[in-house]
Every structure is written in C-alpha cells, then in structure tokens.
C-alpha cells in the first residue's frame, strides 16, 4: 500500500526515483522496491519522504487509499494532524491545521478527556457545555 502512495507523490511533485534516491541518500533501486512495494523504506526514511512529499508521516502511514487525482481520502470529518510532543512542563501545540480547522484561537478553553481504553481527547468547552444544556433540557422535559 504504501508504494502506491510513494509513487502519487513522486509524480505529484514530479521528481524522478534518481531525485528522490539523492535527496534521501539512498540508492534509486532503493525507492523503486518501496514504490513498487518489494520492500518497506525504515522509519528515517519514512520521516524524509513524508517532509519531502510535505505531507505528515501519519498520512504517508495511514490506511487511506489515494483518489483518482493522487489526494489521500480521509474518511468525512476525519483528519490525520501528525505528532506533538509534550514539553516538560506537560504542554502541547495544537497543530495550525488543526486550529484552523476547529477554529481554535487563544484564550479558547478545552476540555480534556481520557478513557483508559480508548485513549485521550480534546473537546471545546463551548461545543461541549451547548450538548450539555441540550442534554439537560430534554431531560427536564421528559420529567414534566
């Protein structure tokens, strides 16, 4: 899966495998087994195409098969924003994509979730206090 990937963004960006191969300092036979999915490139490797392709390694990565045009299909209202890293002080930076997206600006509050099974989660206050009052409100009703 991942070769067929390699080989859309290639063309995408029109490099040649002798591009690639000098850009990533390996061998041109190197990208054509991964683009023709004979081998895997490590994960250094994966790090450089995914910042030469300018994409993040979670899409390079990911499940998400490429459209007719090259694009890679997300499933709707699914978005793949890369890694963060946790400072030292616990801190994160929300990436711009997703900021942009979820229209986060600063001073906005978020609610932070966790599920030991499933995982952790951000939610805006706001969007979660709206569901809350709807919630309350139904609930009020039935009692009536």
């Known amino acids: 899966m991942i070769g067929m990937k390699l080989q859309i963004l290639r063309r995408r960006a029109q490099y040649s495998q002798e591009y690639v191969a000098q850009h990533l300092n390996v ?50 209202g699914k978005h793949f924003f890369g890694t963060v890293t946790v400072n030292d002080r616990g801190q994160i930076v929300i990436p711009k994509k997703a900021r942009e997206i979820f229209k986060i600006k ?7 979730l966790g599920d030991e099974d499933q995982g952790l989660a951000l939610v805006k206050t706001d969007a979660y206090k709206s569901f809350a009052s709807h919630l309350l409100k139904a609930l009020y009703r039935r009692e009536q």
Do not use: M
Request: aromatic share 8%; hydrophobic share 30%; net charge negative.
């Open 27 to 76: 061998s041109r036979q190197a990208v054509a087994k991964w683009e023709n999915d004979e081998t895997t490139p490590d994960l250094g490797n994966c790090i450089k195409l995914a910042q030469l392709y300018e994409i993040t390694l979670d899409e390079l990565a990911s499940d998400t098969d490429p459209g007719p045009n090259g694009e890679f299909i997300s499933p709707p």
């Open 106 to 112: 600063p001073g906005d509050e978020l609610l932070f």
